[in-house]
């Protein structure tokens, strides 16, 4: 692996960089207080690639590398991962499953405005009795001819209240298990789909995620992804590729509440010093500073592994588990750094220590991040 960035790398990592400075980071912490969806940022976001980074030019993407696509996370998670969260969303879990499981047709009618930024993506697979255990999943989806007809409640739907298409799973056939789950590419503008509530939650905050209720949903099943029972696979599929957008998240929550520890630690003085000064200060941030490059370097190598076609299920889990617990490590030292300042909503480190949190929880919990990779290399 070259660890220097090639010149597309280098230039989106400046342009993102740009755009989270200017556009993203001077209302951040108005968004999360309010909870307030960031439409206008999110149509930046699609006129400038980043909501279809991966994704081939031919259906509206960037055509950049997974490499390309993490650093993008990690530049906006870096001042809010709340915006972070609604790309890697729309990249990895939405436009990347159907890029690699959709038809031609599905490609270029549901893909193409999704990769552009033209219409937005939710993934939807969590139930109210089906967290880690996605398989145990009590939305059905029954065969009608030609339409399947959809009934259940899903939760935690990330962009859900403002998608346009979900990418949804479903049971077609409960007598089989995990094999009876199947994938649908939902429009939420056709009756029979709802948002019961959007959560009121700790951490990114302004990015919505929605409870939705599905009451007699018809679907045609040319909005089939993949085929019939294939629905577990795609989605498994899909959220190794997911935890590669979420360790990059981590890495910019990291990043960022490390920065504001680090320009804190030089104006803020003590006994008559910069308290980076005192050893107990200074060694911290040079933990921070380790762990975060470290975090960064397996995520980095978990994207190249997938740009180069190689099993990158083991890599993607080390760095989704290294990745969150440091973003929610650096946080609380962040905070404990700038002592009781750090507890107050004037400084934007206790925004990254709630939204630090979640990257331990969602697309799988360090628990379940630590059974994939004792399986992995268990094999």
């Known amino acids: 692996m070259d660890f220097q960035l090639n010149e597309d790398q280098e230039f989106i990592r400046k342009t993102a960089r740009e755009f989270a400075e200017k556009q993203v980071k001077p209302t951040a912490a108005e968004r999360d207080e309010k909870k307030e969806w960031p439409a206008e940022i999110v149509k930046k976001m699609g006129e400038l690639g980043f909501m279809g980074v991966a994704v081939s030019e031919e259906y509206g993407g ?96 990330t962009n859900g209240s403002e998608a346009d298409t979900i990418l949804l799973m479903a049971m077609t056939d409960p007598t089989k298990g995990h094999r009876g789950i199947s994938a649908f590419l939902v429009d939420t503008h056709q009756p029979g789909v709802s948002v019961v509530k959007v959560e009121d939650k700790l951490g990114i905050r302004s990015a919505h995620s929605a409870q939705m209720a599905y009451d007699n949903y018809r679907i045609h099943k040319s909005r089939m992804l993949g085929e019939e029972g294939q629905g577990f696979k795609i989605a498994m599929t899909i959220l190794n590729a997911g935890r590669i957008g979420i360790a990059a998240q981590a890495v910019g929550i990291a990043q960022g509440a490390y920065e504001a520890a680090l320009e804190y630690a030089k104006i803020r003085e003590q006994f008559g010093q910069p308290i980076i000064q005192f050893e107990a200060v200074g060694f911290t941030l040079a933990d921070m ?91």
């Open 62 to 157: 960037a055509g950049l590398d997974y490499v390309s696509y993490a650093i993008v996370i990690e530049e906006l998670s870096r001042v809010d991962a709340s915006v972070g969260v609604i790309a890697s969303v729309n990249n990895s879990l939405v436009c990347y499953g159907i890029e690699k499981f959709g038809t031609e047709e599905q490609k270029r009618e549901i893909l193409t405005p999704l990769a552009s930024g033209q219409k937005l993506g939710a993934f939807s697979l969590s139930e109210p009795g089906a967290g880690s255990d996605a398989a145990a999943q009590k939305t059905i989806a029954v065969r009608d001819g030609d339409y399947y007809i959809i009934n259940g409640i899903k939760n935690w739907v």
């Open 289 to 379: 500073a380790t762990r975060i490059k470290a975090a960064r370097m397996l995520t980095w190598h978990a994207a190249w592994k997938k740009d180069r076609g190689e099993n990158y299920i083991a890599d993607a889990s080390m760095a989704k588990l290294f990745a969150s617990e440091t973003a929610m490590w650096t946080a609380t030292k962040s905070i404990q750094v700038h002592g009781s300042n750090g507890y107050s909503k004037e400084y934007p480190v206790e925004r990254f220590f709630r939204d630090a949190k979640i990257t331990e929880i969602y697309e799988g919990t360090s628990e379940i991040q630590r059974l994939v990779i004792s399986r992995e290399i268990a094999r």
